[in-house]
């Protein structure tokens, strides 16, 4: 099982540090990627050395992705082609999608949720066909959240989906979630 996570400048913190924390304690594989640079720097100004450069993967060498939230990073996101195509080529796979915060407007921007159930940072609804008010939202191959406070709930069920409920629960409370 290997995921990546695409961070932009201005990329929100928790949702960056926790999804790689909880992927990590749980024995899944996960690749910080930097969509313009080798370092980039978050929405409060952490800088992180990321592992590869969005030019260096491919949607094969993945099962899944986790896409984080912060309104800067999110507008880049959205404008990186080489980025859109992969998550298109994981969903015509049925591969993991996951999105938090804003992150959602990128798959319904894309058509992929278009027949499928999300959530999303609230203000940003009108921006998704079918939102829906719950913090976790899973359908088919698409889980999404809605911003910083729901971060570890998001990682959690993404851990439950990929390695099961017992999994998730020894996260959780190893973490005293």
Do not use: W
């Amino acid at each position: 099982m290997r995921l990546f996570i695409p961070v932009a400048e201005g990329f929100e913190d928790i949702e960056v540090f926790t999804v790689v924390d909880v992927m990590r304690r749980a024995g899944i594989s996960i690749d910080t990627v930097g969509v313009s640079g080798s370092v980039v720097t978050s929405s409060n100004g952490v800088r992180i050395m990321v592992d590869k450069k969005m030019l260096e993967i491919k949607a094969e060498d993945y099962d899944g992705i986790i896409i984080p939230g912060g309104g800067k990073a999110v507008d880049i996101l959205k404008r990186t082609n080489s980025l859109l195509e992969i998550i298109k080529r994981l969903d015509s796979k049925q591969k993991l999608i996951a999105a938090i915060c804003a992150a959602p407007t990128i798959l319904a921007k894309l058509g992929v949720l278009e027949e499928r159930k999300a959530t999303v940072y609230p203000g940003l609804e009108r921006e998704l066909p079918k939102p829906r008010d719950d913090k976790v939202v899973v359908d088919k191959n698409i889980i999404t959240s809605q911003g910083p406070g729901t971060a570890i709930e998001f990682a959690l069920k993404i851990v439950e989906v990929l390695k099961g409920e017992g999994k998730a629960n020894q996260i959780k409370n190893d973490l005293i979630a």
